[in-house]
């Protein structure tokens, strides 16, 4: 009987080799539409970059060189802090920086309140919530030089709808453009009816991604409306929240067309010259570039501050 043949472990030179496998062969014109498809999109990215670069980042650029400049007689010189020097010594300065801070503060109370009460309401009805979006969003779709003119009608003290009102309860009739005390809280109205539907539509859209299960649970312990709202809507919201708290603040000191409109930009006594009219008086009333763009400059590191520290505390806070 003979031995078995040992096993083989090199490959049969007899056998051929399994065929490679291989690429398919591209598609005609493959090579040309990717190209297409490239150059299309590094065009649409160019043109965003070229209009971010001319319309936003020039402008600032600008304005940081302009701020230690000075041009008299078609000549610019360098003249380091003179501009700043300029602008704080101004007796509006402080004016302008306090009824800043007053329309900012008025303005988180009516302007960032009431969106959300607004958004909690409507997201109670089961029906006509879209003809209530329509109408809450309604005012931010209308002309804003419309709207002012609107509510410039509203408080003239001699026919306005507000006055009539007034009267046919029983109250006086009211200054409310002409009275250094009322013309802020009246510009405060005016922008949070104007400016109202965009937030009030953001909060709208938080509070119907809340799972309603929490809502049952909290009803299950007992909680009322207001704890509902306190214990599950605004945990549930509180990064909306604070995104639009920062959004608020710095929209809000940056006003300038409702008190233009409304009261001339100075107002009764100064009582609504913010620091963005007053910008504007240094650079077209008084011809004085350098110190408009001094007070811009201010003004952005102030917000730029505030937005950096805003950040840091609400990231310590999630850490």
Known sequence: MSAPSPTRTKADPARPAPPRETAPPPAPGGFARALRR???????????VLCFGVFSWYPMVREFLLAFQKTENGRTTWVGLDNLVTVVNDPAFWQAWGNTALFTALALLLGFAVPFLVAVVINEFHHAQGYLRLLVYLPVMLPPVASVLLFKYLYDPGYGLLNELFTSI??????????????????????TWMNMGGATLIYLASLQSIPGELYEAAELDGAGLLRKIWHVTVPQTRLILSLMALMQVIATMQVFVEPFLLTGGAGPEGSTTTVVHLIYQYAFNFNDYGAAAALGLLLLVLLAGFSAVYVRLSRAEDE
């Not at 490239?38 to 965003?48: K, P, Q, S, Y």
């Not at 109250?171 to 922008?191: F, G, I, K, N």
């Open 170 to 191: 029983g109250l006086p009739e009211q200054q409310w453009l002409q009275d250094p005390d009322l013309s802020m809280l009246a510009v405060v109205v005016a922008s």
């Open 38 to 48: 490239n150059l299309t999109a590094h065009g649409f990215l160019v043109g965003a």
